[in-house]
T-cell receptor, first 114, second 115 residues
Framework: AQSVTQLDSHVSVSEGTPVLLRCNYS??????LFWYVQHPNKGLQLLLK??????LVKGINGFEAEFKKSETSFHLTKPSAHMSDAAEYFC????????????FGSGTKLNVKP | DSGVTQTPKHLITATGQRVTLRCSPR?????VYWYQQSLDQGLQFLIQ???????AKGNILERFSAQQFPDLHSELNLSSLELGDSALYFC??????????????FGPGTRLTVL
């Protein structure tokens, strides 16, 4: 069965320091993996996606994520946090079987301190 | 801008009433998904339509229904509204190719407040 676990519900970093948001998944097949960001009272914006090409995926706003099959992880990182990065981040997994189904993690709220 | 539009942006109504939320998918996208996001339950998948037909159901209440029209826009109908239905309702769309990688694009949401 598919599942997505975001290991931290809240992460707090100082501006200019690295960001790490953790995501583990379970899948019986080669999944597609996504990270979305949601700013307060806004819709979800696609940050990046992995679809079985390069394991290191670069996204918008300086974010990147690495697909590690052996660890079933897809952690999101950014070298230097900016105040505007404060938002909620969702890890999503999809299995390309017939019509895709999407499985959402419970979200991680990122707080960036000045 | 994702290309997915939702109307209205805000909706305030009373308990017991019925409302309709509308979603227009990105050009070329055949699938529409509806989600409910509330503080206590987080992001919940409600229902998916593909090219006019229901494809998948999530935690959708019997008081809620949806449909997708021939022009591919979708409507989510919420009836006998309760205070607990107050939430952000999101629509997403995707191309949906069978067996292929698909990506969801989200609209800005409709904030429903039930008083």
């Amino acid at each position: 069965a598919q599942s997505v676990t975001q290991l931290d519900s809240h992460v707090s970093v100082s501006e200019g320091t690295p960001v790490l948001l953790r995501c583990n998944y379970s899948s019986s097949y080669s999944p597609s993996l996504f990270w979305y960001v949601q700013h307060p009272n806004k819709g979800l914006q696609l940050l990046l996606k992995y679809t079985s090409a390069a394991t290191l995926v670069k996204g918008i706003n300086g974010f990147e994520a690495e697909f590690k099959k052996s660890e079933t992880s897809f952690h999101l990182t950014k070298p230097s946090a900016h105040m505007s990065d404060a938002a909620e981040y969702f890890c999503v997994v999809s299995e390309p079987l017939g019509f895709n189904k999407f499985y959402f993690g419970s979200g991680t709220k990122l707080n960036v301190k000045p | 801008d994702s290309g997915v539009t939702q109307t209205p942006k805000h909706l305030i109504t009373a308990t017991g009433q019925r409302v309709t939320l509308r979603c227009s998918p990105r050009s070329g996208d055949l699938s529409v998904y509806w989600y409910q996001q509330s503080l206590d339950q987080g992001l919940q998948f409600l229902i998916q339509y593909y090219n006019g037909e229901e494809r998948a159901k999530g935690n959708i209440l019997e008081r809620f229904s949806a449909q997708q029209f021939p022009d591919l826009h979708s409507e989510l109908n919420l009836s006998s509204l309760e205070l607990g239905d107050s939430a952000l309702y999101f629509c997403a769309s995707s191309v949906t190719t069978s067996g292929g990688a698909d990506t969801q694009y989200f609209g800005p949401g409709t904030r429903l407040t039930v008083l």
